[in-house]
């Protein structure tokens, strides 16, 4: 394994100053966050060990909140919580409306349901806002995360607590606030592009790209 860790050592390529300029380009994002190679501990005996992808980094609040808005905790967000806000302001215009113009017993009740929608509408765009909010900010503990990412899978990770994303085309890739996400059907794993270095930025979309369905 020695001579592996040394073939792969000698594998990073330095780009020299007149390079950097032109390489930094492919990822704009990046924090400076250094990214190492590393040899597939699990291949069998009889396997080529493959070259995965070492990053370690540690996920901000802004970036947990943006990963929970886009991972469908709440159903009415975005063009269905516009939806939702242009029917109750109708409704609320209506029960004004007939507040104001008309007479009787169902005067009352109109106010009623006016106010009702009103509230209906703040209820859509800040229940889910303030939620996910404190979700993130817990989530957002300061914990380091670590991930190696070969060509079939992801391992994140160490000890006990270590699982593993098959890039078999069985999980969801989406792209957002330059954080890439992966869905699986009971959790999601989340990259931010900052922590990619631009030397080693395309190939990691590519292994993404190639190894999931684009999230709809």
């Known amino acids: 394994m020695k001579d592996i860790d040394d073939s792969l050592n000698s594998d990073i390529h330095k780009p020299d100053e007149e ?13 400076g ?6 040899a597939d501990d699990d291949a069998e005996d009889y396997e080529i060990p ?12 802004k970036e947990m909140y943006r990963c929970l808005y886009n991972s469908d905790i709440y159903k009415t967000k975005g063009t269905r919580a516009v939806f939702s806000t242009v029917v109750f302001a109708l409704a609320a215009v209506c029960f004004i409306f007939a507040y104001i113009y008309t007479e ?8 009623f349901f006016g106010i009702f929608c009103a509230v209906m ?14 979700m993130a900010k817990i989530a957002a503990n300061g914990k380091k995360i670590d991930a190696e990412i070969y060509p079939d899978h992801i391992d994140i990770g160490s000890g006990s ?56």
Request: some cysteine; overall charge negative.
């Open 121 to 134: 509408i703040a209820v859509v765009w800040l229940v889910p806002y303030f939620h996910i909010k404190s």
């Open 50 to 61: 493959e070259t995965g992808i070492k990053l370690s980094y540690v996920m901000t609040e």
């Open 19 to 31: 390079d950097q300029t032109e390489i930094n380009e492919d990822n704009p994002e990046w924090d």
């Open 104 to 111: 009787g017993q169902f005067k009352p009740y109109n106010l």
């Open 161 to 216: 607590g270590a699982w593993s994303i098959e890039l078999d085309g069985n999980c969801y890739l989406s792209e957002f606030d330059n954080i890439f996400m992966i869905s699986l059907k009971d959790r999601s794993f989340a990259i931010p592009e900052r922590v990619i270095e631009p030397e080693v930025y395309n190939e990691i979309k590519a292994i993404l790209v190639s190894g999931t369905r684009p999230k709809e």
């Open 33 to 38: 966050t250094e990214s190492e190679l590393v």
